[in-house]
């Protein structure tokens, strides 16, 4: 079992559709859970950033995260074409010293007009 | 723009080659990671640097090998290159303890 699961897809919406993206993860010790977006090449750009359990917005985009169960979800409302990307969770372990961030393989999602 | 600039941005090596790749950070990013990404996979880590000195590394065998300078501006290089080796590679780096990291664009490296 990898560390971080999530759904390649690929993911194939209307615009104005309301989008869900969802990994799992089997190590306790992640604190740290991030949502990247990555268009076709082009490098990982930061969307969310949360720390421990809960639930973070900004502007169209939620994450959640829920420890308890080891699942982290980003919601995107009112999806738009240029939203079409890869998505990739990502997370880390807290305390000092290595940052390492472990990635899920991304889920390819494209937003049709 | 994460201020994060990496140079190539494509590279074509043979089997055998070593190969430098570049990576040049905002100023006051102390530390800074380097990622491998396969063609359909997530980004894996390499290893990363903090005021110059390594201090965490992944899965990766010894010819991975990196440097980090005082002027924000690092470099990974690979010796006795592999078919398998052919990849995105990403240098990302953060500023303070709790910031997350901010990648550059990538060199893709492809080895033939």
Known sequence: QKEVEQDPGPLSVPEGAIVSLNCTYS?????????????????????MYTYSSGNKEDGRFTAQVDKSSKYISLFIRDSQPSDSATYLC???????????????????????? | ETGVTQSPTHLIKTRGQQVTLRCSSQSGHNTVSWYQQALG??????????REEENGRGNFP????????????????????????????LCASKEGYNSPLHFG??????VT
Not at chain 2, 105 to 110: A, S
């Open chain 1, 27 to 47: 190590n306790s010790a992640f604190q740290y859970f991030m949502w990247y977006r990555q268009y076709s090449r082009k490098g990982p750009e930061l969307l």
């Open chain 1, 90 to 113: 990502a997370m880390s372990a807290s305390g000092a010293g290595s940052y390492q961030l472990t990635f899920g393989k991304g889920t390819k999602l494209s937003v049709i007009p």
């Open chain 2, 41 to 50: 996979q997530g980004p894996q880590f390499i290893f990363q640097y903090y």
């Open chain 2, 62 to 89: 010894p010819r991975f090998s990196g440097l980090q300078f005082p002027n924000y501006s690092s470099e990974l290089n690979v010796n006795a290159l592999e078919l398998d080796d052919s990849a995105l590679y």
């Open chain 2, 105 to 110: 664009n990538g060199t893709r490296l492809t």
